[in-house]
């Protein structure tokens, strides 16, 4: 017994398998972007535009050439390919020329030997602007009165979803108005490669992303290379959430690296990193949820409005999610819906942990609270009797066909027991305050609320996109048994993804040693590391190229060692009718390789109804918060959150909980302090000290509860649960503070003034009109500007 | 300026500007880069190390201050080949995701634990509550720093893991 429990290969699927990675972090020896270091290696640096609208009249170059230890300077002129790249539509400069449409837009960049030297010359740099009136107001953005950004105008994308009978009377109508702010991924680790220039006149890049294919699909056309030529391989990430899917320093640093035949690295600080990457759009609702008296949903009218700042990014994709999420995992026979992304002079926004969900979340669940108070029904009975289930339809017409346990996470999350009442003040140590170190109250005016919050979202691309995942796994004989490698393209940016392809590697092969191939362009495309599909994708490709290495290894066994009956692997071993026949290592005298590429099932755009089958499949989260407000001061403790996640199947439960837990703390971010301040399209809080993040002391307890339904016809039936926690933690918290203050509370983040009512609810006078447009697709679509990543998806 | 310093148990000596931050000296000069940077500002503890067995944020320091004084960094805390219990609790845990913050983290419990070997959940918070993480929410964190201090307060009990 003992004998076969040390045998037993361990860090299978379903276990909290130690992660892969963990010795090289623990160590301090894994190489992160900005570790990166290269003999006679440049510095980068990059001139940013002040101005959020400017056209650019000059730009003097010659002063910053002669700084001392300067090796070039380069302008949108020497692009030599290119000059316009983009993740979905190339419509974003490599460098501007004629005009700056966002304030930290990259107009000149530098090498030279040091960052100072480098910082020096980029201070060297005149250029002279022609300020332009800005458009910073989303819905400014959609008056034809306003300045145009583009050539097609200010309207990025506008979706129009049309399901049952739109004008459905209702018995109770609620309506409400909901603004989220925008806020920042801050990852710890800011963006940093580097590019070294290669005899073949093309260039190597190492550098921290989450997609590298599309990276290199969208830098070698500015290089005027081919793609062959511009190779990637990945630097140790320091998070992401969504910040590094568009582009950074990655052809600023190739330019400079071919420019001057010298390895440049660029690794930003914590400014430019603010400046230089995409946020979490900050979102405008109006919502209208009708209802029969006993509570059954009847329509839902909603409007979106999402600032996409100067450039597409992945601002069409999103407001294609947040348009479908909009009524909640509901059962809305009727509903008219529709989304709009514009262009503004803000800074881009793009990808973020939910990409669209987090900010219809707060809405459908306020709607969900006010119309629960107006039926007099509990309000966790109220989402029970009308959430989703397996064969439900969406208002996209899409039918619910795989695994769907809305009811086993509302109910996870609900009974769950609650904190303990707290000592009164007196007797509490001031640090358990509202305020906690600051030592700012003794505990007068505090109030206990209770929030509850439901979401779904999609995993994987949506909308037609065949973001597929390729793996190569090779099975080969090594000093202390069998090993198998496993190679793919895909991203692990820290949420654990890795540690999945080695247990999903151990299931299939029976094997316990994994290596991990770093991730790079020799392979085909893993897709992005996001949209939490990593799990499906690379456990899929993975899996499904462990399965022809295992029919492989069958085959050997059958004709050398000659087993017959049923094989099957288990520990190092090959099974014959489930006995012991041949050791795995007797039969790998050559190795054994297969190169494999999973595709999730096809979805389809949305017809000019709205209406398709757009989505993969789904995953559901519910949470309940607590909170503790001290409503003198406008101060919010969150005391607990419970936090139940629909996983599918827990490929490694420890990681899932990291997941929530790390979730859960960014949708509180987004609730009481996360937003990203713009002046005129400026950002003024450009730092730590500026932009909080949640520190230990604002974190709760957070109890992750796992519901486990299998999803049909995927691998494992495991769902990605990258999303889950940060979509409806936001929604939570603040129906927690709403519920303690008995305040509207509209808005997230939620401020002290808001707390104390010293500001007004926010509020719009109309629902914005529909702007005209051809159809559901991106403008730059009818515009014909060349496609970003679904090309890439399509072509292959 | 000349500055000297025993950094992990090794006297290093440098010749520097005056102006050079602690965190370039140990990231640069000595080319230690388990030392991270994550904000410039103070803010965040990425640089963590630990001068004198005293968590500071390196960011704040000038190199030449660090002139006669111990400096252990994470590259320290391997001992003799085998992971530092702070170092196994944090990877069985899963103490850690994408890690940048991870050497701060593990260098403070570190302070934490040789003072206080069993803390109370609310003691480990007090004391990792100048560092941010921006991935993990902090739960398995506390949890990691209060398995390492088991493990150091029952070395025996602990199968050290190897490195």
Redesign the interface.
Known sequence: MSTQLRERVRGVVGESAPRIDGVPKVKGTFAYGSDLWHERMLWGATLRSPHPHARIRRIEVGDAVAAPGVHAVLTADDVPGKKLYGLEFADTPVLAWDRVLYAGQPVAIVAAETPELARRAVARIVVEYEVLPAVTDMERALDPAAPKLHEWGNVLRHVRIEHGDPDAEAEVWVEGYYETAMQDQAPLGPEAGLAIPAEDGGVDLIVSTQWLHVDRQQIAPCLGLPEEKVRLTLAGVGGAFGSREDLHMQIHACLLALYTNRPVKMSYDRRESFLAHVHRHPSRIWMRTGASREGKLVNVRARLLIDGGAFASSSPAVIGNATTFAAGPYEVPNALIEGTAVYTNNPPCGAMRGFGAPQVCFAHEAQMDRLARELGIDPIELRLMNAVHTGSVLPTGQVVRGSAPVREVIELARSASLPPEPEPPPMRHPMTLPGGAGNVGRGEGLRRGVGFAVGYKNIAYSEGFDDFHQARVTLAAGPGGPVVEVHSAGVECGQGFSTVLAQVARTELGVDRVTLHAADTQLDSAGSTSASRQTLMGGGAVQLACAAVRQELFDRARSRVGVTGALSLADGWVLAEGVRAVEIADLLETPITATRTFHHRRTTPLDERGQGDVHVMFAFAAQRAVVEVDVELGLVRVVQVVSAIDAGRAINPQAVEGQSEGGTAQGLGLAVMEELQLRDGVIANASFTDYLIPTILDMPPVRTEIVEVPEPDVPFGAKGVGEHATIVSTAAIVAAIRDATGRELNRAPVRPDDVVGLRLPASSASWPPAPDVPGQEPLPAYHGVARGQSALTQSS | MRVTVTINGVERTADVEPRLLLVHLI?EVF???????????T??G?CTVLLDGMPVKSCTLFGVQADGHEIT???G??QGGQ?HPI??A?????G????????GM?LVAKALLERNPTPSD?EV??A???????????????KAIQAAGNAMAAPTASAAAS?
């Not at chain 2, 080319?31 to 500002?41: A, F, S, V």
């Not at chain 2, 850690?96 to 050497?103: D, E, F, K, M, N």
């Open positions: 990231r080319e230690l880069t388990g030392t991270h940077i994550g904000c410039d500002t803010s965040c990425a960094t994470v590259e805390l391997v992971l170092q196994a944090f990877k069985e845990e899963h850690l995701q994408c890690g940048y913050c991870t050497p593990m609310e918070r007090w990792i509550s100048g560092n941010i993480c921006r991935c993990t929410g902090y739960v398995n964190i506390v490195a």
